[in-house]
Structures are given as C-alpha cells and as structure tokens.
C-alpha cells in the first residue's frame, strides 16, 4: 500500500513559476513509476508528466513541454513538478499517482495504482 499526498499548490500570476511535491508513503517508492495529472472544473482528468522509477526516463503532455519539469528524490520518497511560465489554462488540481513497474515511461498512457488527494494550482492573468 502507498499513500501519496500533495502539497505547494496555490496562487500564482501569469508568468510565474511553482512546484509542488507529493510525498509517498510505505516501502519501495523507488520501484514505482511516479505520474502528474490534472483536473480542470468541468472537464476530464489529464496526464501531465511522469517519470521513471529512477528517474532515468521522463514524458510530458505537449502542452507542458519545455515548461514543466518532473523530477524525483528516491532518498526523500518524493516526487516533485516544477512548472514555469505557468499560463491561466494550467489552472487545475493536480493530483499526484504512483504505479508499480519498472519500465521506462514513454508515453502519456499511465495506469496508476495509487492517487493522491490532489493540491489546488491557481494561474491568475
């Protein structure tokens, strides 16, 4: 069992930058592929990005790409995304997601196993 929980979202202008964490809980984070996604009122969830369980692949949605960044800390058990020039349209809850392979990511295809609660990102223009 993995318990993910977010945090650092919040308000932000238009041109701005923030990143928000998800800390994961229980054994063996590190044999987990780690996902972003993102739920705007209204509309279906999206994947944003993921990362490789060590870190060693990565995938964006085109509409992040060159402007979001996910990394992850395998000592800390945290995942973290780091979004720049940050526009009104990003404005969602971002929810964190955790599956267990050990595979490459290499596509927006992502079958989670487990979901944070999700953290409030907010791009004022």
């Known amino acids: 069992q993995v318990q993910l929980v977010e945090s650092g979202g919040g308000l932000v202008q238009a041109g701005g930058s923030l990143r928000i964490s998800c800390a994961a809980s229980g054994r063996s984070f590190s044999r987990y592929a780690m996902g972003w996604f993102r739920q705007a009122p209204g509309k279906e969830r999206d994947f944003v990005a993921a990362i490789s369980w060590s870190g060693g692949s990565t995938y964006y949605a085109d509409s992040v790409k060159g402007r979001f960044t996910i990394s992850r800390d395998n000592a800390k058990n945290t995942v973290y995304l780091q979004m720049n020039s940050l526009k009104p349209e990003d404005t969602a809850v971002y929810y964190c997601?955790?599956?267990?392979?050990?595979?490459?990511?290499?596509?927006?295809?992502?079958?989670?196993?487990?979901w944070g609660q999700g953290t409030q990102v907010t791009v004022s223009s």
């Open positions: 997601a955790a599956r267990k392979t050990l595979a490459a990511v290499s596509s927006s295809v992502f079958h989670s196993d487990y």
